[in-house]
């Protein structure tokens, strides 16, 4: 089992920053698998975000966010970030932290290829 526990979410303005961590308490699918960061906003579908593997060399972001967001992993701390820019009130959502064993490629922005999930912490970009 893996839990993952997200922190870091609240209230911006439009073109605010905020940076969301999620700790993964025993750090084995940290350290051999992807982390990744998936959001909801009500009424729409689960959407995601950005991936990291394990070394940290190869991270994919969702086209909405990409040149705004980055994703980055702290192995030493099992921690993964991610530092958000620039947000819109369409960044709205409940942010979901994600990690999967032997994902390949092609899945990673499929959220049904991930093994463990955080419980959430709300964005809300609003002025």
């Known amino acids: 089992q893996e839990r993952l526990v997200e922190s870091g979410g609240g209230f911006v303005q439009p073109g605010g920053s905020l940076k969301l961590t999620c700790a993964a308490a025993?750090?084995?699918?940290?350290?051999?698998?992807?982390m990744a960061w998936f959001r909801q906003a009500p009424g729409k579908e689960r959407e995601f975000v950005a991936a990291i593997f394990r070394n940290g060399g190869h991270t994919y972001y969702g086209d909405s966010v990409k040149g705004r967001f980055t994703i980055s992993r702290d192995n030493a701390k099992t921690t993964v970030y991610l530092q958000m820019n620039s947000l819109k009130p369409e960044d709205t959502a409940v942010y979901y932290c994600?990690?999967?064993?032997?994902?390949?490629?092609?899945?990673?922005?499929?959220?049904?290829?991930?093994?463990?999930w955080g419980q959430g912490t709300q964005v809300t970009v609003s002025s």
């Open positions: 025993s750090g084995r699918t940290f350290r051999n698998g992807a």
């Open positions: 994600a990690a999967g064993m032997g994902l390949i490629l092609s899945s990673i922005r499929n959220g049904h290829a991930y093994d463990y």
